[in-house]
Every structure is written in C-alpha cells, then in structure tokens.
C-alpha cells in the first residue's frame, strides 16, 4: 500500500521506509513545523494532503542523529495515535 517497508507498533503504521524517503506519521501538532524543514513535505494520496503523515527524504536522515530523531517522532505520537479501522 505505502510502496515500502512498513514498521507497524502497537499494531499502528508508525514509519515506512523505501530507498528513496521515509513516510513518518508524526503528531499533527508538530506538521506545519515539520514540513519547513529540508526534504520533509506532506504526504499525499488521491489528491489528499494527510496532516500527520510527511515524507522524509533519504539524503535528510542520512547521519544516525537525524534518523533517530524521526523515528523517536513517530513512536513518541505512535503512543496516542488512533489504531485504523480494520
């Protein structure tokens, strides 16, 4: 469906991952701050912009540190994020 890996906690899609980006589901609080850095934009689908979901590019989560700290996002909001409907 996401075209990659998908790293599933809880049972809810936290991350996926493909050679070319990241798909982070972070906490919508935290998007419009997120989009304005390098390499993240919104992620959309069918025409429809998801609030809470962006794309990292690859090059951006290139060092340790960097990849970390998207991935500590999005198990930090996994821990209040809704499952989805089955």
Same mark, same amino acid.
């Given at each position: 469906m996401f075209g990659g890996?998908?790293?599933m906690v809880n049972g809810k899609m936290c991350i996926t991952a493909r050679p070319q980006r990241l798909m982070c589901r972070?906490?919508?609080?935290? *998007?419009?701050r997120a989009i304005k850095r390098p390499g993240? %934009?919104?992620v959309k689908m069918?025409?429809?912009a998801y609030r809470g979901f962006? *794309?990292?590019?690859?090059?951006?989560?290139?060092?340790? %540190?960097?990849?970390?700290r998207w991935v500590r996002l999005c198990l930090d909001y996994n821990k209040r994020a809704k499952s989805?409907?089955?």
């Open positions: 890996v998908a790293f972070i906490d919508p609080e935290l *998007h419009d993240v %934009r919104t069918n025409g429809h962006v *794309h990292v590019r690859a090059d951006v989560v290139a060092t340790k %540190r960097s990849l970390d989805s409907s089955r």
